[in-house]
């Protein structure tokens, strides 16, 4: 069981270069997220998605897209990069919470590490 | 949106108790109470839940106040391994308009002194 799988590990941008940092769970969890947490700081939530083809914006969206067109893949994607972007993401997924038998777990990736130079 | 209020840092010596509180006044009848921490350059891992009642997991142990405002994530025996950010949130009910935002704040980083 793979869990959470985020690609890449770690990235090195150019202001202005876009970019996706991919997310991938193999539990067949409706929610899924991602966060930024940038260093010494708490986890920020950019955007979410309660199932496929239906997304939403966190506290920080701007500058960044998502979609989620399957249950497993919730793509994150940098329009065009910026130094203030330089930080680490975090993918999270976890099931309905009514419907849940785990806990109403939340499990992350290991995050990517961006740097936009 | 509710939130959750935590001490920045904290202090403990190896193989004593730790007790990490955490301050949510605005939760609701139907909210859970989510504890998850953090080591160093890894993604958040699932420590302990509860609702009302007071819970034991063999990771650690959750006491919840009766009024549900507030609760403590207690390590009954700390480890060099369990330095990390402890973070305190609320899952929200699917009836919250934002129940399905997770906050996770700044958490608490617990220093663990051999």
């Known amino acids: 069981n793979a869990g959470v799988t985020q690609t890449p590990k770690f990235q090195v941008l150019k202001t202005g270069q876009s970019m996706t940092l991919q997310c991938a769970q193999d539990?067949?969890?409706?929610?899924m997220s991602w966060y930024r947490q940038d260093p010494g700081m708490g986890l920020r939530l950019i955007h979410y998605?309660?199932?496929?083809?239906?997304?939403d914006q966190g506290e920080v969206p701007n500058g960044y897209n998502v979609s989620r067109s399957t249950t497993e893949d919730f793509p994150l994607r940098l329009l065009s990069a910026a130094p203030s972007q330089t930080s680490v993401y975090f993918c999270?997924?976890?099931?309905?919470?009514?419907?849940?038998?785990?806990?109403?777990?939340?499990?992350f990736g290991e995050g990517s590490w961006l740097t936009v130079v | 949106d509710a939130k959750t209020t935590q001490p920045n840092s904290m202090e403990s010596n190896e193989e004593e108790p730790v007790h990490l509180p955490c301050n949510h006044s605005?939760?609701?009848?139907?909210?859970?109470i989510h504890w998850y921490r953090q080591l160093p350059s890894q993604g958040p891992e699932y420590v302990i839940h509860?609702?009302?009642s007071n819970v034991n997991n063999r990771m650690a142990s959750l006491a919840i106040a009766e009024d549900r405002k507030s609760s403590t994530l207690i390590l009954h025996r700390a480890t060099l391994r369990d330095a990390a950010v402890y973070y305190c949130?609320?899952?929200?009910?699917?009836?919250?308009?934002?129940?399905?935002?997770?906050?996770f704040g700044s958490g608490t980083k617990l220093n663990v002194k051999p």
């Open positions: 999270a997924s976890s099931q309905d919470r009514e419907r849940s038998t785990s806990g109403n777990t939340i499990y």
């Open positions: 605005t939760i609701s009848g139907t909210d859970y």
């Open positions: 998605s309660v199932g496929a083809g239906i997304t």
């Open positions: 539990m067949n969890h409706e929610y």
């Open positions: 949130i609320l899952r929200l009910s699917r009836w919250a308009y934002n129940f399905n935002k997770f906050y």
């Open positions: 509860g609702l009302t």
